[in-house]
């Protein structure tokens, strides 16, 4: 079984910066990509992508925060991490960690961490 545990979120006002970690471990095989979703509060709200990094780190941005955000990894530690700049108060969500592991059978799941709150005041 792999665990996530997340840290870095909490209170900024807008145009601060926050940043995120996601530590991988337990039975860990090979991590694929790592990456973030995030949530905004309300009902009906849909999870939607915030960065992602694969294991050659080629990385992929949401619409939404492109420009503003870096992600990037320590593979050695099975960390990611998102360096966010310039929030918004529209940032303000519930951030889930992502991964995609291989076990040692090959196969592949997909873990979520609890999430972390950011709330960006205006």
């Known amino acids: 079984q792999v665990q996530l545990v997340e840290s870095g979120g909490g209170l900024v006002q807008a145009g601060g910066s926050l940043r995120l970690s996601c530590a991988a471990s337990?039975?860990?095989?090979?991590?694929?990509?790592m990456g973030w979703w995030r949530q905004a509060p309300g009902p009906g709200q849909p999870r939607e992508l915030v960065?992602?990094?694969?294991?050659?780190?080629?990385?992929y941005y949401g619409g939404s925060v492109k420009g503003r955000l870096t992600i990037s990894r320590d593979s050695a530690k099975n960390t990611v991490y998102v360096q966010m700049d310039s929030l918004k108060p529209e940032d303000t969500a519930v951030y889930y960690c992502?991964?995609?592991?291989?076990?040692?059978?090959?196969?592949?799941?997909?873990?979520w961490g609890q999430g972390t709150q950011v709330t960006v005041s205006s």
């Open positions: 992502k991964i995609s592991h291989t076990n040692e059978f090959l196969v592949e799941s997909t873990y």
């Open positions: 337990g039975r860990i095989s090979r991590v694929n990509r």
């Open positions: 960065a992602e990094i694969s294991r050659d780190e080629t990385t």
